[in-house]
Structure formats: C-alpha cells, structure tokens
C-alpha cells in the first residue's frame, strides 16, 4: 500500500478527501504531511531523501477511494484509470461505484462489485494475492492466538474496600479510647458490675479484631473454561487425535451409617459424580462405606445399574443438576432450553426408571432381611444334621445356628452382619474393595437406538470408573474416625487409578454444576498452578427453612470470611466439596515458597528448597532447629506400587507449559496415553494398604494424608498445608458447584456447632495452634487461623456479658454510674461504625443484612450454649484425658412428608438448652422486678432502669429464635402457659419487692407488708 517518489512533482493532481500522507525523515521519525504541504515546500528546505519512503496512510475501504467521475480534456483516460485503489497492488479489483449525486454507493459495492476487504480475521481473500513486499502471509498464521490465561482475579471496587478498610481502623479506634475510658471511669456503686462487664468489653474487642483483619483484602475470581477446552480438549499439532489432555481427577464420597445417611441420598450424589461433565476417561469416583454395611453396598451396585441410562440421558439433554432426586423435584419448567423433539418422550421415560429405581432401594432392607432368613434356615438345616452326626443322633444343648449376612450370589457378606459377630461387626470386619464399575475405553463408545431404552445414537455411554472401598477394621487398633477413612480411600486410589487431584464430597453433597470439576482444574492448571494444594468450593445447602432461623446457610462465613482469606493465603478447609493436590496431601513442599518475617510479616523473601534426603527416620536424627511441619514425610508404608505412584502424581499434576512464564510445567500432550486396564494383583494391592496394619511405624496422619487427633480434621489438613507455604484458591461458581443438606433441627444445629467449636479447642491446646506456625504463613493467615482457635472461648465472657443485664435490673445498678454523655456518645459512634462496616462487607460479599442479623442471632444463641459446653470438654480432653465422642448428623428428612420443614418444629431436650433458658428465664424476671422496683420507688432510679432494659431487649432479641424453637410448630403452645407465665412474674416481682423494699420507703412512711 505504498508509492514513492524520486522528486517532488508540481503537476501532481490533489489528493481526494480523507487520504493521509506521511513522509520517514532521514532520522527514522514518521511526519504526517498532505499533498498541499507537500507542494508549498521548497527544495531548498527539504532533500530527496526525505521522499524517497513516500506511504499513503489510507484504510483499504472504498470511502476513501478517488472519484469515477471524468472532467474531460486529455487526462481523462489517466484520471479514468483511478478507479483502482490508490494502493498500487496489481492484483485490487475493487470497484469504486457512485451514484449519480457523487456519493459513494455501499450497497452496490457490497453486492455488485469484487471488492476485497483487506486483510483480517474476519475475510481472507482465497486466491494467490501476498500482501506485503515478503510475502508468504497465510490465514493461519495471521489466526494463531496469542496465550491466554484461564483464571482472572477479580479486585473488590476500591469504592467499596477503601471505605471498608477506613472504617475498621476508626472503629478500632475508637474502641481503644472507648475501652480506655471505660477503665477510667469506675462505677463505685457497683465496682464489680463494672469490672465485669469491662473485663468483657476488652475481650469482645479482641476478638472483633481477631475476625476483622483478615478481611482487609477480600477478591473475586473467575475462570475460562472456553480456554480450558482450546488448550487441552482440541486438535492440535501436540494432540493430532484430539483426546483430552485433563488429568485425571479421584472424587471421593464417605458415609459410615446407612440408618442415619440414608443409601437413596447416598446413591444420588454418586449419580451426579458419574454423569459429572469432565472426561470420562479420566474421571474415577470412589466411596468409602466405614461401616460396611451391606445394604450401602447394594445400593451403589443398584445405582451403576440406574447410571447406564441417567448418565446417557444427562448427556444428550444437557441436564442440570444431575442428580436425579433434585433434577425431578425442581419448580421449573423442564422444556425450558430444550431442542430435541425427543426429550418429553425420553424425560418420561427415565422418570419412571427412576421411580423404580427408589422403590428397588426403600426395598432393599426387605429384601437383604428375606434372603439372609432363607439362607440360614438352609444353611442351619445343614448345621442341625452335622451336629447330630457328631453328637451321636442328637442336638448339643447349646447349638445355635449362625445368622449370617447373605450376598446376592449366595456368599457370606465380608462386612458388618445384621446380626453382628466376632470378624462381622462395625469395629471388627475384613476390608473390602469393589470395582463396579471399570475403567473405560479411550475412545468414546456411542450408542445406539433401542426400542426398550433410549436412542442414544451419537451419544458417549461410558462410565467412569467406580469402586466400593471399606477398610478392614480390628479391635486394638485406632481406627482414626474420618480421617482414618479418608487416608484409606487415598491409597486405595493411588493404586488404581492415581489421579493427581482429589475431590471430596459428604455424601449428602452431590454436583449441582456438571462443570465443578472443570472450574477447579482451571486454577490447577493455570500459570503458577502448581503452588496450590487445594481449591475449596463454597457449600450450599437445599431444605433450609425460608428465615433460615439457625443460619444454617452460614452466608457471612462462606461469602465474607472465605472470601476474604482468598486474598491472602487462601481459605481454610472446611470439609466437604475441596479439590486437592494429591502431591500436596502427601505431605510434600510446594516447587516455590515464600518466607514472611518481620513483626507483621512485612518482609517477605524466597523459603529454601528442602529436598528429600535418604536420612535415617527416626525423630532423633532431625535438626532441631527444623519445624515439624517443613521435614519431608518419608514412612509411607511397604507398598511399592504405592510408592511408585508419587512422582507420577506429581508430574501429572503439574501445569501446562505453554508459555515461558508457567514454571514447573509440563509438555503438551503429555497426559494421552490410555490408562491400562486393572489386573487382579493390582486389586490385591489396593486390598492390602486399606488394612488396619499398614499405618503402623509410618508417617499417615502425622504429616501424611488427612491429619489424625482432632475432631475437626478437615481444619488441621489444611493448616499443615499452608503452614508448609503451600496457597489455596476459593472457587466461587455462577451456578452452585455443589449442594447438600444441612439440619434444620435445633438440637442437630446446636451439636453439630459442638463438633466444630470442640475440634477448634483441640486445635488451640495443640501443635497446630498458629502461634508456633513456621514462617511460610502470612502474618494475616496467622491471624485468621488463631481467631479459629480462639472463638469458642469468647462464650465465657458472652455468657456471663448475657447475664449482666438481668444483675443490673436486680441490683437497680448499671455498668456506668450514669447514662452521661460521653458514654451515650461512645455507645453511637460505636454502633454506626459497626452498622457501617456491615453495610460495606454487605456490599462485597454479596450477602444480605437479614443473613448478616441470623447470623449475629446464632452466634449469642450457639456461643452461650454449644461453645461453652465445646471448652469444657476440650479442656477435659486436653488435661483430663477424656475422650469425646460425637453421633452422625443425621442426613434424612422429618417424618412428615407433607411438609418438607417438619423436622424444623421437632424439639428433642438436650443439655445444650439449659443456658440459654437460664439466660432467657432470668432475663424476663428481671425485667419484670426492674419495672415494678421502680414503679414503686420513691425516687425513680429511670436511667439505671432504660439502661438495664435496653440490654435486656438486646439479649432477647438474639434469643428469639432459640425461643421459636421450643415452642416447636406454630400455634401449638396453649395459651394458658403465656397466662401463667405472667401471672407467676407477676407474683414473683411482688414478692421480690416485699421482701427487699425499695431505699427510703419505709422512712417516707410507705407501708409494703402484705394482710394475707
């Protein structure tokens, strides 16, 4: 697109409108110069050189082509011959058509011309023409995309976080001054009512920094799974088949009692995992029965079978959620997005598989029973003959036939019997491991049309791999409750498929997102992946009450709090729904840490690498000057497939090298080789590392694997990561990646608030309290995890803050001396400051203020019942050595099936309510002899009295739904008890006055005795 000159011509005709001259001065720089600029200048001011790279600048369109129109004279074929573009290329054909007015006619061009269009990524002409003096340009090579990353962090809008951060330095603050007051200004009517509450008020403060600093720096993240698929997923010169080259992920589902985690809501998350949108051939799904129930057992068999045609179906309608309980229960309409003519037809059809597929699992308890009855009648028929053989023709006296447990095929079931024995009961079984499920081929297998089923054609039927897996268990051995469970499933895995991330779910918690598993892997594979030891995915919940009364949708926590940890080393475990590094589980260093050092962490330097050495294992011959926490874990146990498999988990694990800036990376098209096919040594193997005896003299559960000796394991895992400099990501979906139930109940709530509460008392009491971390955590992730450790103590000083308000209504005495200015002004400034910062964190995380107050409610209501009962029995544990079980919380719905919230109006007594009802019982007499005191005073004590209600409205308030919940159903408390309750207040102030009459009554000749 280029001309040039020799000389300056003066006879050179005007340009048209809209062409751009430029001319390269002999130092390289680019003018911008017009023809008419060019005709004015003289020779004497410009060289030839200037002229010799002569460019018109021009877009290759038509609007700015000369005009076709001829003026006459002799020039008139030349200036006929531009209707040509001013770009000198031989081979343009573009015709430059005018209407009669002179404009340029689009239409005609568009439709009626052979007009080019440049060149781009929207057209390339498809002819022999080379643009350019080289030459050689192709569309693919203009179409080579550049690299793109497949996650983006998201910053929170500083309109919004620099506010945020604003207002917690001026209300910490203003707390400092508050508090400083407060302990300068006694009340010397009531010293030990202001001593006490002061002695709160610190600790309050405390620990309100505690939860507030490591939300300085909350950020959102997103992900790209368009990307994800171009790079791993397409046809490319490192993948010629097109196979994927994902690695492979092992998902694993525990449950341990088939009367509390019913087997149907078992079977519907391992329906959601097998129809999971992620490689087939790359996916395994593995679920760990710790109780080796037989009926578990049957039900994942009888759910295999039901997945030969759900998962099919998933894929050829696209369904969501894929789990089929949820899917046929949703309010929306079914059709909605959907093309195929056929999906009424085939959406029928699969209901009513599904439908007999419930039934054949509510049978099953039936069906076990009858068979194991026919079984050992037949078989104590035989036991009868024999021991009358041996006993001479008749009956020892003490014979008794053996009720077994009987399988399908007519074998004694190696698990927990229904009538338990020695070798057969839920502490005493052999181990077991069932693939039902086997690994599939490379190639997707379509399917075909079948009168009797669905027309599949064209549809990928495999199945992932899938394997029952239950421990062996012996008496004398520490079985390790869930962790011990976990660490099972984790060899087991390694040995038969290996797959470098591992993804665990309860098993109450099934894919709602098919593409979870793709969204995680994102952040896995991304540049600077392989420093991450987990992506934590936030839990959401179905059959919560509408008010969600106990803030069991627990939104501060999963949307502030997790939020907020992402931007600083990542947030913690928390159970359920995370994806780990299998290499980072393992105990190992990260390729990369940091090291943070200084009061605050503010310097921050590069960690050494510690690399494995063959030192001897014994803790003697360890530095002492190493962390427990940074020694490689060398004891993994006398398997050697076991062993073998960790350097290839972590190569496979690694991200993908694709640019110069991911480091630790891997080639592309590395991860295509079929997986080979299972033999019976290698099932035998991963038989042997599930054995109670393999831990023994080795490293699991100490720096391996899931981490044994507190109650709340999932917290301790993640810790030991991070403690090593390992970070983790918090992938927060569009659509929910993952659903489960929680309990609505208020008994259930408040126990398993205890388990959580109790397992951060361990924690505090413990090796893994942060105040002995190593240098790899952060100076705020220090922080976030010692609030862990510290918030069930904050319940003494609520409970006795709770009751403060009642002793100041029976004493006629207050905090303060007086309700004076500075208090009342203290107090303002104080709450709008917090009401402010609520607002903001609002803003942020998304959640609403009503979550935000439900959350406050059951933070009075567990902190002064489950949290205080959770340090007592740390502290038991802790000093007195005794141990603490905790139940199973109960997965199943209320008995009422009409209403789908029945099990919210059960009141079932626990211990957990009498501090909370002394709370509130005392709470309302005082109120009731704080009213009549001072009615019936002589000199009205009214400050002390607004003050002391003021308080005791406030404890009422958070108490309301601890309240709502004894009373269970609506309408069902008579009326009589309100009746009573008052009257007997009423009684009980009388008296109380009676007795202890207000100052100066009876010296103003006040007479309060009683003629009965």
Same mark, same amino acid.
Request: net charge neutral.
């Given at each position: ?821 500075? =208090?009342?002004?203290? #107090?303002?400034? @104080?709450?709008? &400051? /917090?009401?402010? $910062?609520? %607002?903001?964190?609002? *803003? ?68 957990? =309510?009498?501090?909370? #009802?002394?709370? @509130?019982?005392? &709470? /309302?007499?005082? $109120?009731? %002899?704080?009213?009549? *005191? ?79």
């Amino acid at each position: 697109m280029a001309t040039s000159k020799n000389k300056k011509s003066t006879n050179t005709p005007q340009s048209p409108q809209g062409v751009k001259f430029t001319r390269r001065t002999a130092s390289g720089r680019i003018v911008s110069l017009s023809r008419d600029d060019d005709d004015d200048m003289s020779g004497d001011q410009s060289s030839q050189n200037d002229y010799i790279n002569y460019t018109v600048m021009m877009p290759p369109t038509p609007d700015n082509q000369p005009s076709t129109g001829s003026q006459g004279g002799a020039n008139d074929g030349s200036k006929a011959d531009k209707r040509v573009s001013v770009m000198k290329s031989v081979n343009n054909k573009s015709m430059l058509l005018r209407t009669q007015t002179g404009d340029f006619d689009h239409n005609r061009w568009l439709f009626e011309s052979k007009a080019k269009y440049g060149i781009g990524s929207a057209f390339w002409q498809d002819d022999d023409e080379q643009y350019g003096t080289n030459g050689g340009v192709t569309m693919s090579d203009f179409m080579d995309k550049p690299w793109k990353p497949l996650t983006r962090k998201i910053p929170i809008k500083s309109s919004i976080l620099s506010p945020y951060r604003f207002l917690i330095l001026v209300r910490l603050v203003i707390l400092f001054f508050f508090l400083g007051w407060r302990w300068r200004n006694p009340n010397p009517d009531a010293m030990w009512l202001w001593g006490i509450s002061c002695v709160c008020e610190s600790w309050f403060a405390f620990s309100w920094l505690l939860d507030s600093l490591p939300k300085l720096n909350p950020i959102n993240r997103s992900t790209d799974l368009i990307t994800l698929h171009e790079k791993f997923e397409q046809v490319s010169p490192s993948n010629p088949t097109g196979r994927s080259d994902l690695p492979g992920v092992d998902v694993f589902v525990s449950t341990a009692d088939p009367d509390k985690e019913p087997p149907l809501v078992t079977a519907n998350t391992i329906l959601s995992i097998m129809a999971a949108n992620y490689p087939v051939e790359k996916l395994s799904a593995y679920i760990s029965d710790d109780g080796g129930a037989i009926l578990t057992f049957e039900a994942m068999a009888e759910a295999i079978r039901f997945a030969e045609v759900w998962v099919p179906f998933c894929r050829k309608h696209d369904i969501e959620p894929r789990n089929p309980d949820s899917y046929f229960n949703l309010k929306t309409d079914p059709t909605k997005n959907k093309k195929r003519p056929d999906f009424v037809k085939d959406r029928r059809w699969i209901k009513r598989e599904y439908d007999e597929f419930k039934v054949r699992i509510n049978g099953l308890p039936e069906t076990i029973r009858k068979r194991c009855d026919i079984h050992n009648k037949r078989e104590a028929i035989k036991e009868k003959i024999l021991a009358k053989e041996k006993n001479g023709g008749s009956l020892p006296p003490d014979f008794k036939a053996e009720k077994a447990t009987w399988m399908a095929d007519g074998t004694h079931w190696p698990g927990t019997w229904l009538s338990p024995i020695a070798d057969h009961s839920k502490g005493d079984h052999a181990g077991i491991l069932q693939v039902m499920s086997k690994f599939p081929e490379p190639d997707p297998v379509m399917g075909y049309p079948d009168e009797k089923k669905l027309d599949f054609s064209g549809i990928d039927i495999r199945l992932p791999m899938f394997a029952y897996v239950s421990r062996e268990k012996r008496p004398g051995f520490d079985h390790n409750k869930k962790a011990g469970a976990m660490n099972g499933m984790v060899r087991a895995s390694a040995i038969l498929s290996n797959g470098p991330f591992i993804l665990n779910l309860d098993c109450d918690h099934y894919f709602y997102n098919s593409m979870a598993i793709k969204e995680g892997i994102c952040f896995m594979m991304d540049r600077g992946g392989d420093r991450i030891c987990y992506i934590q995915f936030p839990q959401r919940f179905e059959g919560i009450d509408p008010s969600d009364r106990y803030a069991n949708h627990n939104t501060v926590f999963f949307d502030g709090s997790m939020r907020a940890l992402d931007g600083l080393q990542g947030p913690v475990y928390v159970g359920t729904g995370c994806m780990f590094r299998r290499y980072a589980l393992y105990g190992f260093h990260p390729p990369r840490a940091n090291e943070y050092t200084g009061v605050f962490g503010q310097n921050k330097s590069p960690a050494d690498n510690i690399q494995t050495k063959p030192v001897p294992v014994d803790d003697e011959s360890q530095p002492l000057n190493v962390h427990p926490d940074l020694d490689v874990p060398k004891r993994f146990g006398e398997s050697t497939l076991f062993t073998e498999s960790i350097p290839v988990a972590e190569y496979q694990g690694r991200p993908l090298a694709d640019h110069i800036s991911v480091k630790n990376g891997r080639p592309p098209g590395a991860l295509l080789t079929p997986r080979q096919p299972l033999d019976a040594p290698t099932v035998a193997e991963a038989v042997a590392v599930i054995s109670c005896w393999y831990e023994d003299n080795t490293d699991w559960g100490g720096k391996i694997g899931w981490i044994y000796g507190s109650v709340t394991e999932d917290v301790v895992t993640g810790y030991r990561m991070h403690n090593r400099g390992w970070r983790s990501v918090y992938c927060v979906t569009k659509r929910d990646a993952f659903r489960g139930t929680a309990p609505i109940n208020l008994t259930d709530r408040l126990h398993q608030v205890l388990r959580w509460a109790t397992g951060s008392v361990e924690i505090f009491f413990s090796r893994n309290n942060p105040l002995f971390a190593t240098r790899r955590l952060k100076f705020l992730q220090r922080i976030a995890y010692l609030n862990v450790g510290f918030y069930p103590f904050t319940s003494i000083f609520l409970v006795i803050y709770c009751f403060l308000p009642a002793l100041s209504l029976f004493s006629g005495q207050f905090i303060v001396q007086g309700l004076n200015i500075a =208090f009342l002004m203290y #107090l303002l400034v @104080i709450t709008l &400051t /917090l009401c402010c $910062i609520s %607002i903001l964190e609002v *803003r942020w995380s998304g959640i609403s203020l009503e979550e935000f107050w439900r959350n406050e409610q059951f933070w009075v209501i567990g902190g002064s019942s489950a949290h205080l009962v959770a340090v007592i029995q740390g502290l038991l544990k802790v000093f007195a050595g005794i141990e603490i079980s905790f139940t199973l919380t109960s997965k199943s719905a209320g008995e009422d099936e009409d209403d789908i919230y029945a099990e919210l109006y059960l009141v079932k007594w626990t211990s957990l =309510f009498i501090v909370p #009802l002394t709370i @509130i019982s005392v &709470t /309302l007499l005082a $109120i009731v %002899i704080g009213i009549s *005191r001072t009615i019936y005073s002589v000199i009205p004590q009214w400050t002390q009295l607004f003050g002391g209600l003021f308080f005791a409205f406030w404890v009422l308030c958070h108490m309301y739904p601890f309240v709502k919940g004894l009373m269970g159903r609506r309408g069902r408390v008579p009326t009589i008890i309100y009746v009573w309750a008052g009257l007997l207040s009423i009684v009980i102030s009388l008296l109380y006055v009676t007795i202890s009459p207000p100052d100066g009554a009876n010296q103003n000749g006040i007479d309060l005795s009683y003629n009965w």
